[in-house]
């Protein structure tokens, strides 16, 4: 049985940037392989993990409408195809793999795809014993139903009142669409002078959260998200790493 990360909060307050120093974490700390899943159609956690994804599921979702028919002839499944075509998407590197949801390429839902992808993940997942969920902004792909039950959820704001408060509004959504979880982290990234503010002690306790992580803006990690340089590479004495190896060891 995997162990799930849904890694989710509001857009730009780097939760791709959380998740992939996440990830190097658990694979440096003996925990590989790991699966990780990129959720956000507007996401770049390959670059971040230092890979190149060449398909995603929206892009097989596209295959799969036109090659339907001929697949048919040939005695093979809409969803065998689709299948197929996910599995193909899959990027095998280093201590991890990577899958990348990416965006429909034309008119249509994800319905279908998200079916598909759920059940792959679950297949999937026997083979890895942590799987991290970069999300896109809010709780979309959670609400979708890709995946309900979770073992870590952590929640990434920055210090502002408006990210801070969207902080509790995540958390209310997780009660409304019965999203289950053992722990709840909620973390407040880029700090500027090093102090969690009140109103995130408040939410806190608010939430029941088992632990507020405060995270400080950092030269080093801010450059290489600028860059698009992959976070394996970031200072083994990094204070932000120093603090996710914290929260692995502490929280998971």
Same mark, same amino acid.
């Given at each position: 049985?995997? +162990?799930?990360?849904?890694?989710?909060? %509001?857009?730009?307050?780097?939760?791709?940037?959380?998740?992939?120093?996440?990830?190097?974490?658990?694979?440096?700390?003996?925990?590989? *392989?790991?699966?990780?899943?990129?959720?956000?159609?507007?996401?770049?956690?390959?670059?971040?993990?230092?890979?190149?994804?060449?398909?995603?599921?929206?892009?097989?979702?596209?295959?799969?409408?036109?090659?339907?028919? &001929?697949?048919?002839?040939?005695?093979?499944?809409?969803?065998?195809?689709?299948?197929?075509?996910?599995?193909?998407?899959?990027?095998?590197?280093?201590?991890?793999?990577?899958?990348?949801?990416?965006?429909? &390429?034309?008119?249509?839902? +994800?319905?279908?795809?998200?079916?598909?992808?759920?059940?792959?993940?679950?297949?999937?997942?026997?083979?890895?014993?942590?799987?991290?969920?970069?999300?896109?902004?809010?709780?979309?792909?959670?609400?979708?139903?890709?995946?309900?039950? $979770?073992?870590?959820?952590?929640?990434?704001?920055?210090?502002?009142?408006?990210?801070?408060?969207?902080?509790?509004?995540?958390?209310?959504?997780?009660? &409304?669409?019965?999203?289950?979880?053992?722990?709840?982290?909620? $973390?407040?990234?880029?700090?500027?002078?090093?102090?969690? *503010? &009140?109103?995130?002690?408040?939410?806190?306790?608010?939430?029941?959260?088992?632990?507020?992580?405060?995270? *400080?803006?950092?030269?080093?990690?801010?450059?290489?998200?600028?860059?698009?340089? %992959?976070?394996?590479?970031?200072?083994?004495?990094? *204070?932000? $790493?120093?603090?996710?190896?914290?929260?692995?060891?502490?929280?998971?």
């Amino acid at each position: 049985m995997s +162990y799930l990360i849904a890694v989710t909060g %509001k857009g730009g307050v780097g939760k791709t940037t959380l998740s992939a120093i996440l990830i190097d974490r658990l694979i440096k700390k003996d925990k590989s *392989p790991v699966l990780a899943i990129d959720a956000d159609p507007n996401s770049c956690l390959d670059s971040a993990l230092g890979v190149a994804v060449l398909k995603t599921v929206g892009k097989a979702r596209e295959e799969v409408r036109d090659e339907a028919a &001929e697949a048919l002839a040939n005695g093979i499944s809409k969803q065998q195809l689709l299948e197929l075509k996910i599995s193909e998407s899959l990027v095998e590197a280093s201590g991890f793999d990577l899958i990348s949801m990416g965006r429909p &390429e034309g008119a249509g839902c +994800y319905c279908f795809a998200n079916s598909v992808l759920k059940a792959i993940i679950a297949e999937l997942s026997d083979s890895y014993p942590y799987v991290v969920l970069d999300n896109e902004a809010g709780l979309e792909n959670l609400s979708r139903r890709i995946v309900q039950k $979770v073992d870590l959820l952590v929640l990434v704001s920055d210090p502002s009142n408006n990210g801070l408060n969207t902080l509790s509004r995540l958390h209310e959504l997780t009660n &409304e669409m019965q999203i289950e979880y053992k722990k709840l982290v909620l $973390v407040v990234n880029r700090l500027r002078n090093g102090r969690l *503010p &009140e109103r995130a002690q408040q939410i806190k306790e608010l939430t029941n959260a088992d632990f507020l992580i405060g995270i *400080p803006d950092d030269e080093q990690i801010a450059d290489f998200s600028e860059n698009n340089c %992959k976070m394996s590479d970031v200072d083994e004495n990094n *204070p932000v $790493v120093k603090i996710i190896d914290d929260m692995i060891n502490n929280a998971i």
